[in-house]
């Protein structure tokens, strides 16, 4: 369905813009009909970056976004129109996604004027009630309210419902659960599990490592732009090669032991290594060397669907 290739985004910063920032460098990856994919990584890799070039959101500075087979990186006007009735976000504050001021039936309202506009009332009524069940809400509960009157999991559902209402066929779910209570955490995650079965693919950006795991199929480890690992999320879960991705692993909590702060150690984000590995600063492999410090290393398949960047695996 969708393939990155070779995607870049700098970003010009300092004063008048005289400096470049690297968000995202040479990613490559696709995502398969009714597959998730779990983009993993820490704060500042490149994730939420990732998913507003998919959406369109911001350009790309180089390489191309593939989606059925065209490149939607240049797409404008009526292309783009098209491009969002199949391809929809929903980020992680609920709050800040939709207009306060309109109740809910007008929210969804404005989506048939802007997209569907050649269904009747009744029709379309039903489709929002149809879709609202499909998430899990009541729309009697639903529909005559404003956004603060709704709980976080109940607006969550709300925009993955505004999403369905255009029969999408991809979703980018960006920390769409990080401001949820853990009661509420488990039934979206659910919800999402529900539409994978139905053929909806979705990209699921994360932080967090039992997060990914409880959801994805295959994950896809960021750190500062770069794919450190990616392949199916069990193999990497449990066979992990990267250095970062067994520092990340580690550094989850176990509920059946005490932390021990000799035992798990997590670094601080280290300088940027311009001209080699990117986590070379970070790395605690002894083997790790000059070739590790001046040259970038490549996305290598070690194993069957397992890719490792990483000059001594």
């Known amino acids: 369905m969708f393939k990155l290739e070779n995607v870049s985004k700098i970003f010009k910063v300092g004063t008048f813009g005289g ?15 009714g597959e998730i994919i779990a983009l993993i990584g820490e704060s500042g890799s490149g994730k939420t970056t990732i998913g507003k070039m998919i959406l369109r959101l911001i350009d790309v500075s180089s390489g191309k976004i593939i989606f059925k087979g065209k490149d939607i990186s240049r797409y404008k006007n009526d292309k783009l129109k098209q ?14 996604s939709i207009n306060p001021i309109f109740k809910a039936d007008r929210i ?19 489709k ?18 404003y956004p603060h009157q709704l709980s976080g999991g109940q607006l969550q559902r709300f925009l993955i419902a ?7 066929e991809f979703l980018i779910a960006d920390e769409v659960i990080s401001m949820l209570d853990a009661s509420t955490r488990i039934d979206v995650l659910n919800l999402l599990g529900k539409l994978r079965e139905s053929g909806l693919s979705i990209l699921f950006i994360t932080h967090d490592l039992s997060l990914g795991y409880y959801i994805s199929d295959r994950s896809v480890i960021l750190y500062k732009g770069r794919i450190a690992e ?15 991705t067994k520092m990340l692993l580690a550094s989850v909590p176990q509920i059946n032991q005490e932390w021990d702060r000799d035992v798990i150690l997590v670094e601080d984000g280290g300088q940027w290594n311009e001209g080699g590995c990117v986590y070379f600063d970070r790395c605690m492999n002894p083997e790790k060397d000059q070739q ?13 669907g397992h890719f490792v960047s990483c000059w001594h695996i």
């Open 230 to 244: 990616m392949g199916a999320t069990q193999k990497i879960y449990h066979h992990p090669m990267h250095p970062y």
């Open 162 to 168: 505004r999403a369905l209402l255009l029969n999408i």
């Open 128 to 145: 929002v009630e149809n879709t609202l069940l499909r998430v899990g809400l009541n729309p009697e509960h639903i529909l005559n309210k």
């Open 83 to 96: 491009y969002y009735r199949r391809v929809q976000g929903v980020f992680q504050d609920p709050f800040s």
């Open 108 to 126: 969804f309202e404005s989506v048939r004027e802007e997209f569907i506009s050649g269904i009747s009332k009744i029709e379309w009524n039903k």
């Open 19 to 33: 400096k470049e920032l690297i968000a995202v460098d040479n990613i490559n990856f696709s995502i398969d009909d």
């Open 292 to 304: 590790c410090e001046y040259q970038p290393p490549e996305l290598i398949e070690v194993e069957p």
